[in-house]
């Protein structure tokens, strides 16, 4: 029996599941929808990773991450519960060994992170403006009639690219359609758009860093073509993707149930029988102070399992006693 990692990144626009071994080699991984439905997302995921697996495993550690990082440790019995930044750090540090500077950016927001001597050492979020994710390139590429996966080899193809406005989604769409307007053809219109973005990207969440080579880019977009050319172009210098770019918050997470595992040798994993069980989240506004909290309650088929949000622990606590209590 082969014992195995799972790692779970729940995002606002895709959940990532992977299964990765004791030698650090992914045997099965997932990248689905959210849809705002997170519950629906990790039990379609662990039920595909069930599909993958060809051989009898153990599964000895659980990492959770992502903004439902939370919701998805309740319903599967996480070990670790980790931020995105932590878990992009970790993947990418046993991509590249040595690794300074990570780009990630997802379907909603942006991050970069500086690391040094192995140890994260600064990094910068982008969760405001939408110019340079993935949603605005999926938007831009439809608003053209191209496939997303053609959309990086066009700007490859350019010639003459246009100069555009990138600090803002809006600014951008307008400024494609004037160089449209103006008879610029499409393939320097999008290596523009890759180059905005990706000089915004490094003005916004770059300034007043020292970006130290090497790099490595991760997240969805880092399957575009066209990005990766403008940051190398930017940095004068060669930008590293992993193969598993997708889905390395995930990847993360497995390195850290990892880590779990061999100091505690013991997993809170629920098994992936709860694919079958029904789910549900409430939420109510605790009025005991000012603090006015807005606390989440996780119910397992009618059955109140957690609690969270409270700054006190007063429901969240109340909520381990009684499971104490069954024990």
């Not at 990765?20 to 959210?34: A, F, P, R, S």
């Amino acid at each position: 029996m082969k014992s195995c990692y799972l790692g779970i990144d729940v995002g606002s626009v895709s959940t990532n599941v992977v299964l990765m071994d004791e030698n650090k080699q992914i045997l099965g991984k997932v990248y689905t929808k959210t849809q705002g439905r997170p519950i629906d997302a990790v039990k379609r995921g662990l039920k595909e990773i069930q599909t993958q697996i060809k051989e009898d495993i153990k599964v000895k550690g659980v990492g959770t991450t992502g903004s439902g990082r939370h919701l998805a440790a309740m319903m599967v019995g996480a070990d670790v519960i980790k931020n995105e930044i932590t878990a992009h750090g970790i993947a990418a540090l046993n991509f590249v060994d040595g690794v300074r500077t990570i780009f990630e950016i997802g379907g909603q927001d942006s991050k970069i992170i500086l690391l040094k001597n192995g140890i994260i050492s600064d990094f910068a979020m982008n969760t405001v403006c939408a110019a340079g994710t993935g949603s605005f390139l999926d938007r831009q590429a439809s608003r053209l009639d191209i496939p997303i996966q053609e959309f990086g080899d066009k700007a490859l193809n350019s010639q003459n690219p246009v100069r555009i406005a990138g600090r803002c989604a809006v600014f951008a769409e307008s400024d494609m359609i004037h160089k449209q307007q103006l008879g610029h053809n499409q393939e320097d219109i999008i290596k523009g758009l890759c180059d905005a973005l990706v000089r915004n990207f490094l003005n916004n969440l770059g300034k007043g860093k020292e970006l130290v080579g090497p790099f490595v880019f991760q997240g969805g977009v880092a399957a575009n073509v066209g990005i990766k050319r403008s940051f190398e172009e930017a940095l004068g210098c060669e930008v590293l993707v992993p193969p598993h770019h997708d889905v390395m918050g995930a990847i993360g997470c497995c390195l850290l149930a990892q880590e779990h595992a061999i100091k505690h040798r013991v997993t809170a994993f629920k098994g992936f029988d709860i694919v079958q069980s029904g789910y549900q989240v409430k939420g109510f506004e605790c009025e005991d102070c000012s603090n006015a909290c807005e606390v989440i309650e996780i119910l397992k088929d009618n059955q109140l399992t957690a609690r969270w949000g409270d700054k006190c622990g007063k429901w969240s606590n109340d909520i381990k006693t009684d499971q104490e209590k069954l024990a």
